[in-house]
């Protein structure tokens, strides 16, 4: 989700702007992205509930909870400040909105790039952890700690807010005259940083490109690959795997189905963000070829914040048994046992001597 939230400015796709190009985001934006990141909302709020639970409660859970509210800011920027303003360009509708969303853009546009840096940079974390436990397991004892987990959370969302506060000076709302209908219309606009030839080149041609795209997707792509070879290899040797060893193939598995997806549906942000650095802006507007590609990979975009639930669901056991814990309680499930341990003290009841119930372990506290 990058430049292409300007789009929707008085001219949303610029001075060739099209009926076919206004119908096709409509259709992409208004009404599917609005269908998917309802869903995805509703999801991640699912997925921090269930990644609260005690149960789940470990290093991983952690950037996976950080991860879901990143991704529900994008949902919802997505949602409120590119597929709801289609609405009125394409149909007419909710113009009141409309024009509230030109004013609330230059500094909202910043907040979805600011969730979108997190997202991506968690992901980043986590792999690199998952890389530790599975292929350097005799450093993850000291390394995949909850401590520094939380460390890197919090160095990763302060990084993420310092890289993006320039987006706050590059964009303002003016004001202008529609000579139609001789009225006082807001408009979205450059600022005077934003047109600076230098800022663009090293914000956005070099530090952009390295940091947001370069080194994060080599980084996955890199050690993405060295976690499935060590998936195949412990499932050649599962005979001998302990359960322990089992649930983090398991894990890590999960985790690799979520960075797959992750790269595939981030490619063609990056693909689009080059094209936006290298041609001239309105040699792409009048296009509606690359229209209709900074859409479809804006909706991407969007898939890749609302699926995750749905990785978790279908590749992490331990995740599912813990959804059904909590929001399916109606479902029977094994009888828990209650084992009691008796310590030494002897109770003396008039003819009988019990020994005296002290601790009580549930085996519900080992649930995997």
Known sequence: MEQNITNLTSNPVGICDTSESKTFQFYAWGIVANIISAYGIIGNILSVIVLRHRIMQNSTSYYLISLAIYDT?????????LAIPTIYLAKGDLEDYYYAYMYMHPFCYPVALFAQTG???TTMAFTIERYIAVCRPLEAANTCTLSRTKRVICLIFVSSLVYNLPRFLEYETVQYIDSSSNTTLPNIKLTQIGTNEIFRQVYFIYLNLFTMFLLPFTFLAVLNIQLIRAV???RNARIKMSTSASKEANLTVMLIAVIIVFLVCQLPSIADNILWTIFEKGQLHCSIHYIRFTTMSNLMVVV???INFILYCLFGKRFRKVFIKIFCKWKKTE???KYIMYDSVVINTG????L???KFYDTDSTFV
């Open 356 to 358: 005296n119930p002290t």
């Open 335 to 337: 009888p828990q046992f």
């Open 351 to 354: 003819s009988r001597r019990v």
């Open 73 to 81: 800011i994008v949902l919802l920027s997505m949602s409120l400040f």
């Open 119 to 121: 997202t991506i940079y």
């Open 232 to 234: 195949k290899v412990a």
């Open 304 to 306: 890749n914040s609302a």
